[in-house]
């Protein structure tokens, strides 16, 4: 594909704050942006320059929308691998293509996939039946997490278990849906690597940052890691290698959990730019969403040079309120646009200097 020229249309798949964020970034190149998703209010279509509202599924809609745009990306991985794969058989320029969405939505596939690459994860067994969970969690030492293979996020669609706990109440806890067991990791902390492949193959990587959840939820990430710097050269090799098997174009976050002695555990990777990412706008030469623009658009990557140490806090329900007046000395305010605050949502971020 020849680069893109400012003028040209991206289309964006999907209408949350990634895609707001991104839509702002898209802009600041020059770019034309169109927005499809179900909503008709949603955070990003109010800061594009058009709207498409059809369900993802309706796949003459989205065809006859991607028509139209010059390169389609999509801000979640929940997009229907269908709908990504029908807009390739029609010519359309997908980046990420389908195979990034086939892997990440269902984690059994996922972590296969990770082990395929060369990259360790925590032990795991497939679920069906609540039979089926005994056996490996005796091998995982007693205790592990039962997780929905599909759509749990933010610490939803799972259940701690410990050898013999009713099996069949957690699995009927998660609807019955068919479900991964993972072994428990006694972590000393948490990293992701966000990375960024263009459509010519080359990669670059951020500083490494540390992120700290509660319930499931990220509230804060922190460059530097802190990590030796070897620990950080396998993430971002492992990052690589990930991004190349995917052949890979756009903004990747491969999450981590870090033991004692230095290995590394993979979580779980995101095909798309990322919330422990948020920081890059104000703290590196390109941010990741401008990065993400550019490797889709066919543009060369930007440098990452890191200016200074940084904080992002994540400001979750009406904890906007309590941020909204702060002045620039306190640090860099980014909300979401969303209409209706709700508890454990994430409504903005707040970026911060930290030397």
């Given at each position: ?46 800061v594009a320059m058009d709207h498409r509202v059809a369900a993802y599924t309706d796949l003459d809609a989205v065809l006859d929308w991607a028509r139209g745009c010059d390169v389609v990306t999509y801000e979640f ?37 990770l082990n395929q690459c060369g990259i360790d994860t925590a032990r795991f067994a497939e679920i069906n039946t609540a039979e089926e969970i005994a056996a490996p969690i005796e091998r995982f030492g007693g205790a ?212």
């Amino acid at each position: 594909m020849t680069p893109l020229s400012p003028g040209s249309r991206i289309g964006i798949l999907g209408g949350g704050q990634l895609g707001r964020m991104l839509a702002g970034s898209a802009a600041q190149l020059g770019f034309d942006v169109s927005i499809l998703c179900p909503e008709a209010d949603c955070p990003a279509a109010r800061v594009a320059m058009d709207h498409r509202v059809a369900a993802y599924t309706d796949l003459d809609a989205v065809l006859d929308w991607a028509r139209g745009c010059d390169v389609v990306t999509y801000e979640f991985e929940n997009v229907p691998v269908t709908t990504a794969a029908h807009l390739i058989d029609h010519e359309i320029i997908v980046r990420p293509g389908a195979a990034a969405l086939e892997v990440s939505q269902d984690r059994v596939a996922e972590k296969t996939f990770l082990n395929q690459c060369g990259i360790d994860t925590a032990r795991f067994a497939e679920i069906n039946t609540a039979e089926e969970i005994a056996a490996p969690i005796e091998r995982f030492g007693g205790a592990a997490i039962l997780k929905t293979r599909r759509d749990g996020y933010d610490g939803k669609g799972q259940v701690r278990l410990a050898a013999g706990d009713d099996y069949a109440e957690a699995l009927r806890a998660l609807g019955n849906a068919p479900s991964i067991l993972e072994a428990m990791v006694p972590f000393s902390c948490e990293v992701s690597v966000i990375i960024a492949r263009s459509a010519e193959g080359e990669s670059i990587c951020y500083d490494l940052p540390r992120n700290d959840h509660t319930n499931g939820i990220l509230r804060r990430s922190v460059v530097p890691s802190q990590l030796d710097a070897e620990v950080e050269a396998r993430a971002c090799e492992a990052a690589r290698k990930l991004a190349d098997a995917l052949d890979y174009v756009g903004v990747l976050a491969l999450e981590f959990f870090v033991l004692e002695n230095g290995d590394l555990l993979a979580n779980e990777f995101a095909p798309r730019v990322h919330n422990s990412g948020h920081w890059t706008p104000e703290a590196c030469a390109t941010g990741q969403f401008e990065q993400h623009i550019r490797a889709i658009a066919g543009w060369p990557l930007g440098p990452v040079t890191r200016y200074h140490k940084a904080e992002m806090l994540n400001l979750l329900g009406d904890e906007i309120f309590a941020h909204s007046g702060v002045s620039a000395t306190d640090g860099v305010l980014t909300l979401y646009g969303k209409r209706h605050p709700k508890p454990g949502r994430k409504m903005g971020h707040l970026v911060r200097r930290l030397d």
